[in-house]
């Protein structure tokens, strides 16, 4: 009980969020005063893609426990507004005026400040006991423009999702975008025209390349991006993309791509990541971050990230678990790996 009504009471000061003339929230809130604003970074003062589109799963979960709609309605309006606009090539730019409704610049990433929008297409379907119409129908509307524009194969035979800046492509991808392997397979069962083997094998190709963005390093473990250009595949060539700080990316698609195919590959790759952890990351007082993957000698960033509890040992503990621990037909992974249920249809009539 404690803990529903902190739940709620939090997300009842959330609400002001939302106040702008779309109802797209502010990325930042002032609790007290209850006065919104965006980041300055952020393209003439936009809404970030992955930020007001990962609060579905949380905010339906909250008109659940509260019986208030509220939280549900405001949700649920995000979507009302993006299925309104024109989008490039049926993409979602990462950047969206809260004021105007209109998109800001037209860069579209499933990696970083686009990822977990995609990611709760299909997973607010898959919560509602695949009752979400609407978000199944975005979900797979996404990948297939995903695949069409985004996803690229390199000569070495790698599949990988670059970044669309303005309809040029930048043949890069971020340790980040390494979720979508697990997305892809986690999506497969409800594919579109017979299209169930394909997503798997999407997921499959997508963490092969990241595996191999890992095993290409001196440490066994992935940069933060790396490139397919100049000859190059699977490689960091910029100092600053160099680093890992405990990521469960790549992890976490391990993790999927176990509980839906078996192959052991999967608990393989898995492990030789828990051996670079322990080899090169752990230090006295708990995890590290490293500042360069491919130099011999550790550099520690000395931090150790909160998503290494909530996401990456989780994950690497759920890879060598029995799929009865949190079975996925009765639970949803939020973004950082905490588990909601699934509202199943028959349990509103129990209550």
């Not at 990325?27 to 300055?40: D, H, Q």
């Not at 105007?100 to 990822?115: A, E, F, K, N, Y």
């Not at 007082?285 to 491919?294: H, M, N, P």
Request: aromatic share 12%.
């Amino acid at each position: 009980q404690v803990f529903r009504k902190k739940a709620v009471e939090l997300g009842e000061k959330l609400l002001p969020a939302f106040n702008t003339p779309t109802g797209i929230p502010w990325a930042l809130l002032n609790i007290k005063s209850g006065i919104g604003r965006n980041w300055p970074w952020a393209s003439g003062g936009s809404s970030i893609l992955a930020e007001f589109g990962t609060l579905h799963l949380e905010f339906i979960h909250l008109s659940h426990l509260s019986g208030n709609p509220v939280f549900a309605e405001k949700v649920m309006n995000i979507r009302k507004v993006l299925n309104r606009l024109d989008k490039p090539e049926g993409l979602y730019p990462n950047y969206l005026n809260p004021s105007s409704g209109q998109w800001g610049q037209h860069h579209v990433s499933i990696g970083g400040l686009g990822d977990s929008f995609y990611e709760y297409l299909l997973k607010a379907w898959l919560m509602s006991d695949k009752t979400d119409e609407e978000g199944k129908k975005m979900y797979y509307d996404a990948v297939q423009a995903i695949e069409t524009h985004l996803i690229r194969k390199s000569s070495g035979g790698l599949t990988y999702i670059a970044e669309w800046k303005g309809g040029l492509l930048e043949h890069k991808m971020g340790h980040l975008t390494c979720f979508a392997g697990g997305m892809f397979a986690l999506g497969a069962d409800g594919a579109p025209n017979d299209k169930t083997g394909h997503h798997i094998e999407l997921g499959a190709e997508i963490a092969r390349t990241c595996h191999e963005s890992y095993d290409r390093t001196s440490m066994k473990l992935g940069p933060e991006a790396f490139r397919f250009d100049g000859g190059v595949e699977a490689i960091a060539t910029r100092q600053n993309e160099k680093y890992y700080i405990l990521r469960p990316e790549v992890i976490e698609t391990h993790m999927y791509m176990w509980r839906l195919t078996h192959d052991p590959k999967y608990r393989q790759w898995g492990w030789e990541a828990v051996e670079a952890l322990e080899k090169h990351c752990r230090v006295d007082g708990g995890y590290s971050g490293i500042r360069d993957v491919y130099n011999n000698h550790e550099s520690h960033d000395d931090v150790q990230q909160s998503f290494f509890l909530s996401e990456t040992l989780k994950y690497l503990y759920l890879l060598f678990s029995e799929d009865d621990l949190l079975p996925f037909e009765h639970w949803v992974f939020n973004t950082e790996a905490h588990p909601l249920p699934v509202l199943h249809k028959d349990d509103e009539n129990k209550e």
